[in-house]
């Protein structure tokens, strides 16, 4: 296992980090895994035995089951606290009253209390915004945020899900009045979707953000169990919610290219899947979700597959974005500058 520091911070972060939205399963939840005790002990203890130190839940999945169960997962294995970096969020709907969800001081205040609780810790290393509150002001949030770090209840914080505008205003606010800023995205990524290319990966890199990989294998879809003429093997959760978004055609010729790929290596097309996410320079780590050993072993192997310079041109090539303004327009007028003078 390799680490990678975190953003602009001198925190290093396994480049594997362990999503536990499989843990719990009430509710909505119950699709994406629905694993109870016994099973997320044995996932988090085989991932630490790994060299996996990350592990991302949040206070939504299964309406805090995840965090109890992983908190109580930490304290039977007696894993060392000062070997483990614990990242959730809030912002998702936790009950049906009024103030039960959003970015409100009063509703962060009140959810990183209960987070440390169902964690069964006395801080929290990365706390995230799940996405973004149209009805909070941001300078309301990042405030509540500011607090709670200078408070100790909470190492970092980062942010998930936004756009590139809202994430640099943000920045921006908390440079003003000298709080806390966000250390790192959470972001939907995969060889299949790279839109966060446009935007958020240039920003990333331009304010020294970390880059914190959601879904990679696309739900699922790039698992190699799909093909284009059938919806997967039974009981699998795409069949049952057809999510993150995707262009499975577009998809599907990624995975046609992968296997031969995963062939050469001796390789699966999930390990070429996550080893490709794992070449972009901006990302600090990748988030896998599975639901038994046999899937996080398999996805621990990406870290020991190194996919030459050809893979990486043909996989490049499969999967690249299509011309968009004003990228296009960016790229044509950039060329005058991409040499010294005298040299193009």
């Not at 990333?204 to 914190?212: F, I, S, T």
């Not at 069949?239 to 031969?260: G, L, Y």
């Amino acid at each position: 296992m390799r680490y990678r520091l975190l953003g602009q911070t001198g925190l290093y972060v396994s480049e594997l980090c362990l999503g536990t939205m499989t843990f719990g399963g009430k509710g909505f939840w119950e699709v994406m895994g629905g694993l109870q005790q016994e099973a997320a002990s044995a996932l988090v203890k085989q991932a630490f035995e790994a060299g996996v130190n990350f592990i991302d839940t949040a206070n939504v999945y299964s309406l805090g089951e995840s965090e109890r169960l992983l908190g109580q997962a930490m304290h039977d294995l007696g894993l060392p606290r000062d070997e483990l970096v614990v990242a959730t969020k809030s912002t998702g709907i936790m009950n049906d009253k009024p103030n039960g969800r959003g970015q409100s001081r009063y509703h962060i205040m009140n959810e990183v209390d209960a987070s440390l609780r169902r964690l069964q810790l006395d801080h929290i290393d990365l706390y995230q915004l799940h996405g973004f509150d149209p009805l909070t002001p941001l300078e309301e949030s990042l405030g509540a945020l500011n607090d709670v770090v200078r408070s100790g209840k909470v190492r970092y914080i980062g942010l998930c899900n936004m756009a590139a505008w809202q994430v640099m205003k943000a920045l921006g606010i908390s440079a003003a009045r000298n709080w806390a800023r966000f250390q790192s995205v959470q972001c939907y990524y995969t060889i299949a979707g790279r839109d966060v290319e446009r935007e958020i990966v240039p920003l990333v890199e331009d304010q020294k953000l970390g880059l914190m990989v959601w879904s990679p294998l696309a739900g699922g879809l790039l698992s190699g169990k799909y093909r284009a003429d059938d919806k997967g093997p039974a009981g699998a959760r795409r069949a049952t919610f057809d999510f993150p978004v995707v262009d499975k055609p577009r998809a599907f010729r990624c995975v046609d290219a992968m296997r031969p790929i995963a062939e050469k290596h001796a390789a699966t097309v999930p390990q070429v899947a996550l080893a490709w996410l794992l070449s972009r320079p901006a990302v600090s780590s990748v988030i896998v979700g599975v639901r038994n050993p046999q899937q996080l072993e398999d996805n621990l192997g990406s870290t020991r597959l190194t996919l030459d310079a050809d893979d990486v041109k043909s996989l490049d090539e499969v999967s690249d974005l299509p011309p968009e303004y004003p990228g296009w327009m960016l790229a044509m007028q950039g060329k005058y500058r991409a040499a010294p003078p005298g040299m193009d």
